[in-house]
T-cell receptor, first 113, second 113 residues
Framework: GAGVSQSPSNKVTEKGKDVELRCDPI?????LYWYRQSLGQGLEFLIY????????KSGLPSDRFSAERTGGSVSTLTIQRTQQEDSAVYLC???????????FGPGTRLTVL | AQKVTQAQTEISVVEKEDVTLDCVYE???????LFWYKQPPSGELVFLIR??????QNEISGRYSWNFQKSTSSFNFTITASQVVDSAVYFC??????????FGKGTSLLVTP
């Protein structure tokens, strides 16, 4: 079946602009996660959704970062007023339920100029 | 606090050699889960294995095997008769009472012909 999909695959933006990153989880998966992968920090957890609510937002680095999930499916990660340190690969994962294995999408590479 | 250490940053082997990737973890929880993921040059994280803290039985899957030892807090991964296609970055991860994965820094494996 179809895996986790993310769009766009690449995004180049100018400092100070807002960006939206999209994630489509595996059909039927109730849990959805966002991670960030950068050279300096490795793989970092950002936020976790169960259904449409986010019980754990502890990894969001600042209030410029927000995420939502609608219909228990698609999720959007929004970064406002982007900074150069936001440049990274943003990975989305989903799992059947929170106790199950997380499967990852191909990621969105964000470059802030 | 939880922590995953992959002390080997880079490993280079010649095809058909066996190679072991080390993973040491720290957690105060008695219930936790350990994972290995593979990240090939294409960038997508591929799930390899999941173990829970109550199951110390070692596992073999084809050329891959995993050795879980609670006494040394280690979850090592061995590839037997390595192949060029095994070249990738391998991540060990820990999940305890929360749902976020806590990743190690990864080990980059290069298998040359």
């Amino acid at each position: 079946g179809a895996g986790v999909s993310q769009s766009p695959s690449n995004k180049v933006t100018e400092k100070g602009k807002d960006v939206e990153l999209r994630c489509d989880p595996i059909s039927g998966h109730t849990a959805l996660y966002w991670y960030r992968q950068s050279l300096g920090q490795g793989l970092e957890f950002l936020i976790y959704f169960q259904g449409n609510s986010a019980p754990d937002k502890s990894g969001l680095p600042s209030d410029r970062f927000s995420a939502e999930r609608t219909g228990g499916s698609v999720s959007t990660l929004t970064i406002q007023r982007t900074q150069q340190e936001d440049s990274a690969v943003y990975l989305c994962a989903s799992s059947l339920d929170p106790d199950n294995t997380q499967y990852f999408g191909p990621g969105t590479r964000l470059t802030v100029l | 606090a939880q922590k995953v250490t992959q002390a080997q940053t880079e490993i280079s082997v010649v095809e058909k050699e066996d190679v072991t990737l080390d993973c040491v973890y720290e957690t105060r929880d008695t219930t936790y889960y350990l994972f290995w993921y593979k990240q090939p040059p294409s960038g997508e994280l591929v799930f390899l294995i999941r173990r829970n803290s109550f199951d110390e039985q070692n596992e073999i899957s084809g050329r891959y095997s995993w050795n879980f030892q609670k006494s040394t807090s280690s979850f090592n991964f061995t590839i037997t008769a390595s192949q060029v296609v095994d070249s990738a970055v391998y991540f060990c991860a820990l999940r305890n009472s929360g749902y976020a994965l806590n990743f190690g820094k990864g080990t980059s494996l290069l298998v040359t012909p």
